[in-house]
């Protein structure tokens, strides 16, 4: 892994961690602010929003100005953002600070995917980004666990001061990392011109799916393992860290998937998702079993992943900016959506319907995988 390999998998785990910290601390922000955790959760719900409006219009731009300059630009918003919310007065202020930071969310992760397989050494485009992507597994321990643990000790705001300092350090790292690729777009991109881009439909279609299905089923997991377990968050906790351990783990297989053809890479990926999802709806009920089906469960996902932003990221070198903000879009849809569509089958049935959803959304993206792309004309 090279320096700016090493810099883009630490970015992904400091963004990526500024997304998920608020989730664990609501009860310590309700507390100090005022009001319950229900309201402070439209912080994150902000957040994403802002996200995905800022994924598909903004990050178009590192087609035009380069990838590393618009990366330069989201990590300035970003740092804004934290100061912002270490510094919130009331629920209000920090739900702005939270919306702020969606906007530099939106243009810094399809700015990375754009870099990293540019940055990587040639030939090994998949690998790299799989390293990229394992920087997820970081935000996962220290977003999750590591929050948590510090609201606990040091209160919420010490939270975002940590998070605060990282993403300066991150932007001086930048500084001092040449981050410069070939600009190949003669034109201003947007979503417009992405959507018209030949198999762009399909690899969209595939992103849902499985962010759908993984939303479907994360989602839950706290719930389930405080309703059907009766376990307190420490466990939900590792089932996290476990789901962790597995993509991370995964980034060392990235290597042999990248000798196979694409459409078998994504085929193994999802057929894999789905039998780990069936074995959870019959399983979960264990905690143990539960625990080794996360460990598959990440890895699976990894796989999956590296292969739907890889994907996307082939279709159009000239465009990658904008075809990876839909990416970013479809995925923090998929997180609103999933969380919307699997609450009412997990309160009437528990954990295990949400599993079987999440299979069978799993296995429409192995069929997507596997039906023949329609031939295109010659010239």
């Given at each position: 892994m090279n320096r700016a390999v090493a810099l883009l998998t630490g970015a992904i785990a400091v963004v990526g961690?500024?997304?998920?910290?608020?989730a664990p601390i609501t009860a310590a922000v309700a507390r100090d602010l005022g009001g319950d955790p229900a309201e402070i959760v439209q912080a994150a719900a902000a957040y994403g929003l802002t996200t995905a409006v800022s994924a598909m219009f903004l990050a178009p731009r590192s087609d035009t100005i380069g990838a590393d300059r618009a990366l330069n630009q989201a990590v300035i918003i970003l740092i804004l953002s934290l100061v912002a919310s270490v510094l919130a007065p009331s629920k209000w202020a920090l739900i702005g600070a939270?919306?702020?930071?969606?906007l530099g969310a939106g243009m810094a992760i399809p700015a990375i995917y754009v870099l990293a397989p540019q940055l990587g050494p040639r030939g090994e485009e998949k690998r790299t980004m799989g390293l990229v992507l394992s920087g997820w597994t970081l935000a996962l321990v220290a977003g999750v666990a590591g929050s948590g643990f510090l609201a606990e000790w040091a209160g919420w705001r010490a939270v975002y001061v940590v998070l605060g300092l990282l993403m300066a350090g991150l932007w001086i790292a930048m500084r001092r990392t040449?981050?410069?690729?070939?600009?190949?777009?003669?034109?201003?991109?947007?979503?417009l011109t992405a959507l018209r881009v030949p198999g762009i439909t399909r690899a969209l279609f595939s992103a849902l799916m499985l962010m759908l299905s993984f939303y479907g089923t994360y989602a839950f997991v706290g719930a389930h393992v405080a309703d059907a377990l009766g376990r307190g968050t420490d466990v939900a906790g590792i089932i996290t860290l476990c789901y962790g351990t597995g993509f991370g783990i995964s980034a060392l297989l990235d290597r042999y998937f990248d000798r196979l053809r694409p459409g078998l890479a994504g085929a193994l990926s999802f057929a894999a998702l789905t039998v780990i999802y069936a074995l959870l709806a019959l399983l979960g009920t264990n905690l143990w079993l539960l625990a080794g089906l996360a460990v598959l469960w990440g890895m699976a996902q990894h796989l999956a992943l590296n292969f739907v932003v890889s994907r996307l990221s082939s279709l159009d070198p000239s465009q990658r900016g904008a075809i990876l903000g839909l990416n970013s879009s479809v995925t923090y849809l998929a997180v609103?959506?999933?969380?919307?569509?699997?609450?009412?089958?997990?309160?009437?049935?528990?954990?295990?319907?949400?599993?079987?959803v999440s299979a069978i959304?799993?296995?429409?993206?192995?069929?997507?995988?596997v039906y023949p792309q329609r031939l295109a004309p010659r010239s």
């Open positions: 961690a500024n997304s998920m910290v608020l939270q919306a702020i930071g969606g040449d981050l410069r690729v070939p600009r190949i777009a003669t034109s201003a991109t947007s979503p609103f959506g999933g969380a919307l569509a699997f609450r009412h089958p997990y309160e009437v049935s528990g954990f295990a319907i949400c599993n079987t959304v799993a296995a429409i993206a192995l069929v997507e995988c």
